[in-house]
Structure formats: structure tokens, C-alpha cells
């Protein structure tokens, strides 16, 4: 995992995808799922990365980043807006701190026309970095 963790980190999408495919298969973790769920996504493999989500969620339903990525699953896999909200919403709730993932899914709600929300996921990346660099110093 932590190879596959390395090569998500360096964007190397398919090779991920492989090796996740093979930890998910050996070892079920909700951190092997997203991150091959994740793979998917940025490989536009919309489908088969809400499924892979789903099955991260149910094993960890408290992860914010689970949420945050099936939002961009059910963005791009049909354009699926209030189920994407509702999992964006989940996300915030479980206080999301991952900002790249948040501005991705204020694109994604732009795209398909949801300023408004894009506009608050935007914020809240913000407030965020905000906030972050604020307990820093």
C-alpha cells in the first residue's frame, strides 16, 4: 500500500490503479479502495471509481475523503447533482482537509453549472488553508 500510496502521490495514475487493484484484492482496507477509486477517477474511469468508493465508504463511512471523491465520481459518472451535494455535504461535516480535492470538486460543480456550490467549496478550501496555516504559526 505504501508503494501504491507514493504513486497516487505522484499522479501516476495506472500504475496505482494496478497496484491498488492488487492490495484491494488481498487486503480489503477502505484506504486500498479510495485510493484505487482514486486512480479510476483521474483515469476517467467515472464508473468503475463510484463503485470502488462505495465499497471504501462502507467500510469507513467517517472518511471525509471518501466522500469528497465519490462527489466527483457522481459529478463526472452522469452528472448525478444532488446525490454529489449530499456527499459533499457528508464530507464537510467530517471536516474534509484535503484542499487540491476541494477546489477539483469546485470545478467539477461549475462545470455541470452549480456556481453557487462551486463558489462554497471554494470557500471552504480557503477558510481551510486559512485556518491551517493560522495553527502554524
Known amino acids: ?43 476517467e474511469e467515472y464508473e468503475n471509481a463510484e463503485m470502488v468508493l462505495r465499497k471504501a465508504n462502507i467500510l469507513d463511512t467517517s472518511n471525509a475523503n471518501v466522500w469528497g471523491y465519490m462527489t466527483l465520481a457522481m459529478l463526472n459518472n452522469g452528472q448525478r447533482v444532488n446525490n454529489a451535494f449530499q456527499a459533499l455535504k457528508e464530507s464537510i461535516r467530517l471536516h474534509i482537509d484535503n484542499k487540491d480535492l476541494m477546489l477539483d470538486i469546485a470545478k467539477a460543480f461549475s462545470a455541470v453549472g452549480e456556481d453557487e456550490t462551486a463558489k462554497k467549496a471554494l470557500e471552504y478550501a480557503v477558510v481551510f488553508r486559512t485556518n491551517l496555516q493560522s495553527a502554524k504559526n
Request: proline fraction near 2%.
Open 1 to 43: 500500500q505504501r508503494i501504491g500510496a507514493i504513486l497516487v502521490k505522484q499522479k501516476k495514475w495506472h500504475d496505482a490503479k494496478v497496484m491498488f487493484e492488487m492490495c484491494a484484492s488481498n487486503y480489503p482496507t477502505a484506504f486500498s479502495y479510495m485510493n484505487l477509486g482514486i486512480s479510476c477517477l483521474y483515469l
